[in-house]
């Protein structure tokens, strides 16, 4: 046993490693042909676009985090005087992983409506994916990078000083994700409602059309919400489902005499699970005769079928033990489970019901999705309840963690398949602009189609993975403030539960009211447009800038308040009420914003696909009255599934990491 103490030091270098294959597919990436002048200046124009809001966003995420970090390094100056200093570390890594996942599906976009004009589908393909999995490794490598570089500096300390840096840096992460997720989710969702509520459904013309004044937004929006914002999101929840794992595993191991083993065990499977993902980005190539679906799916399974043989090695290697493997089985196929299931609702049958339901008007089109977001919730939250029951079966609470790494050890995979999405949607945008016929578009289409459904499954995932992370992290909390149980024949308990409820709803309605308010300046902007310029029959220049500073300044503004909430609320209940109330808080905030997200996340994705059946020709085609329902029903879905829906998993997270800091301060 004595290669133990290797694992930070192998970790820390594996990390580096995968941050260096990301950089070097950015520029595989960048030496694609990047199309006719037409197509680079708007590809350029996205790229500025996107930059531009990153670096303010990233402004005023630095100012509430530099605060923070005063705050957290005076309470505790005593126990851990550095543990400002992890936080913020944390918090770089998040943007960092933002910042570098920005620049490359900016960059992918224009290359892979080129492929796809070059050499058609599978090309477009592999030069899409390519650039998702600079997101997609980046996530992994930083993450592991992190972790393993805190344990590393940290081992000398004693166990709860480095518990307690470990999730100063998860909280970090957590803090930066939950501003990166709303302010983009804000920006993308105004400038979508904006481009489609008075260019496709008022003025009637196509999508992306380079006359709509909203169009250069939207395609910046689509990925500052979906590759920054989802990289952030899944960044925090790969990061606190280790660090919960090893705060648990440090006193699981303790009583068995064993607390290196078992803290390092998470850190190795995430290890395995980045190596594994390496593979399966450079097997993409092995599949792309496929359709693009069945090689996406191809090359996730293999994947996940070598991180599970990699686990089982390591998992009885370290401990001796094959009980703790069923845990992370019980994970990662809870996460496949939860992906198929989205996949379901968001392509298949479900969205031809929608769409035939919008033969009959609007208000059947969104009845028709709200019952398939509700009903696309049963099958995953009774998936998750099998995961967790396997799991303690298997190791207690301790197997709970480890359920959440193995969900999210192969995220290096999972994110480049999302990450694929935006890149896809922008190459048809582009393809658009630059007055491509329709043999191109129907290629970019298709891309964008199957980019929805990664979307859909991406956001499954990580709101599924969220549900572990958050109840791993309440069980880290519940045994950092030594609570035995959490009573709700206490009052003051069941008052925590319900203000724990009650919090994801006011946070879903502060960022629907938010993109509401935006959208409609977008919506009045569009139209004052097309009015006093004469865009729509030719005669002026849409003023592109002037959208794109609307939504900037309104999602920078909206994001901070809901933010707030986010981590004052916890504090608030556990000095004001006590350590179990504050636990009852967290159990009700968890059931509550699990639904919510996952609701929201599938009954957007099953509206913007059933949209596209019907623009395939299916219902009457574009144009007809099935379609302009369609397409408000698409508006609808856009704040559910892009601003609403992803950002409850980063808030039942960001509430549980934040109680889980402060536990020490409650105890």
Same mark, same amino acid.
């Given at each position: ?32 042909? =990047? ?76 290359r892979s409506a080129e492929a796809a004009r070059l050499g058609g589908i599978e090309r477009a393909l592999v030069v899409a994916f390519t650039g998702g999995s600079v997101m997609g490794l980046s996530v992994a490598a930083l993450g592991l990078f992190g972790i393993g570089l805190l344990i ?10 480095l518990v307690q840096y470990l999730t100063g840096y998860s909280m970090g992460a957590s803090s930066v994700a939950l501003f990166a997720r709303v302010g983009g989710g804000i920006y993308t969702k105004a400038a979508d409602v904006g481009a489609d509520l008075v260019g496709k459904v008022e ?21 500052? @919400? ?8 899944? %960044?925090? !929840? ?22 290196? +083993? ?121 998936? #998750? ?27 290096? #995979? ?14 048809? @945008? ?34 599924? !993975? ?53 959208? =409609? ?8 447009? %097309? ?17 794109? =500073? ?75 009255? +099935? ?41």
């Amino acid at each position: 046993m004595e290669w133990f103490p290797e694992i930070p030091y192998m970790a820390t270098g594996l990390g580096g490693a995968g941050i260096l294959l990301a950089g070097l597919n950015y520029y595989a990436i960048k030496r694609h042909p =990047d199309g006719t002048e037409a197509m680079r200046r708007y590809a350029q124009a996205i790229h500025d676009g996107a930059m531009t809001f990153l670096r303010r966003e990233y402004r005023a995420i630095a100012l509430f985090a530099l605060a923070l970090t005063v705050v957290l390094t005076g309470a505790f100056y005593a126990r851990a005087p550095l543990v400002g200093a992890a936080y913020l570390f944390g918090a770089v890594s998040s943007m960092l992983a933002g910042y570098i996942g920005m620049k490359a599906s900016t960059r992918s976009g224009v290359r892979s409506a080129e492929a796809a004009r070059l050499g058609g589908i599978e090309r477009a393909l592999v030069v899409a994916f390519t650039g998702g999995s600079v997101m997609g490794l980046s996530v992994a490598a930083l993450g592991l990078f992190g972790i393993g570089l805190l344990i590393l500096l940290g081992q000398s300390l004693a166990m709860p000083m480095l518990v307690q840096y470990l999730t100063g840096y998860s909280m970090g992460a957590s803090s930066v994700a939950l501003f990166a997720r709303v302010g983009g989710g804000i920006y993308t969702k105004a400038a979508d409602v904006g481009a489609d509520l008075v260019g496709k459904v008022e003025a009637g013309i196509p999508e992306d059309d380079p006359r709509n004044p909203a169009v250069l937004a939207d395609n910046v929006g689509d990925n500052v @919400g979906d590759t920054a914002g989802m990289g952030a999101d899944l %960044f925090e !929840s790969y990061v606190g489902s280790v660090v919960a794992a090893a705060v648990i595993g440090a006193a699981v191991g303790a009583a068995e005499g064993r607390p290196l +083993a078992y803290l390092l065990l998470p850190l190795a499977l995430i290890a395995c699970g980045l190596l594994a993902s390496v593979i399966g980005v450079l097997a993409i190539r092995l599949f792309r005769g496929m359709e693009p679906q069945w090689a996406l799916n191809g090359a996730t399974l293999l994947t996940m079928a070598l991180f599970a043989a990699g686990a089982a090695w390591l998992v009885q290697a370290m401990l001796g033990s094959l009980k703790p493997y069923w845990a992370v089985l019980a994970g990662l196929l809870a996460g496949l489970f939860i992906g198929a299931v989205s996949q379901y609702y968001t392509s298949g049958p479900p969205i031809r019901q929608i769409a035939r339901s919008s033969r009959y008007g609007t208000a059947t089109n969104i009845l028709s999705g709200v019952a398939v977001g509700y009903l696309s919730t049963v099958l995953p939250l009774l998936g #998750i309840a099998g995961a967790i029951w396997l799991a303690y079966i298997s190791s207690g609470l301790y197997g709970i963690a480890l359920a959440g790494v193995g969900m999210l050890a192969t995220i290096g #995979i999972v994110m480049s398949a999302d990450s694929y999405g935006p890149i896809a949607d922008n190459a048809g @945008g582009i393809a658009q602009v630059a007055g491509f016929g329709e043999s191109l578009r129907r290629i970019t289409d298709r891309l964008d189609a199957l980019g929805n459904t990664t979307a859909a499954i991406g956001k499954g995932f990580a709101i599924g !993975s969220a549900a572990l992370t958050a109840l791993a992290l309440f069980a880290a909390y519940q045994s950092q403030t030594g609570l035995k149980a959490i009573s709700l024949t206490n009052p003051q308990t069941l008052i925590g539960l319900l203000i724990g409820v009650a919090l994801p709803n006011l946070f879903a309605a502060l960022t629907l009211r938010a993109v509401a308010r935006a959208s =409609d300046q977008m919506v009045a902007e569009v139209r004052r447009q %097309f009015h006093e310029l004469g865009l729509l029959e030719g005669r002026g220049t849409p003023d592109y800038n002037r959208c794109i =500073d609307i939504v900037t300044a309104a999602a920078l503004r909206e994001m901070v308040l809901p933010g707030t909430i986010a981590v004052a609320a916890p504090l608030t209940v556990g000095y004001l009420l006590g350590a179990e109330a504050l636990g009852g808080f967290l159990a009700g905030a968890l059931a509550t914003g699990v639904v919510i997200g996952l609701m929201m996340a599938n009954a957007g994705g099953a509206w913007d696909n059933a949209k596209k059946w019907i623009e395939e020709g299916h219902e009457g085609g574009k144009g007809s009255e +099935a379609h302009k329902a369609a397409v408000v029903g698409d508006t609808v879905g856009d704040p559910f599934k892009d601003t609403t829906g992803p950002s409850m998993n980063i808030l039942i997270k960001l509430m549980s990491i934040v109680a889980l800091v402060f536990a020490p301060l409650l105890s």
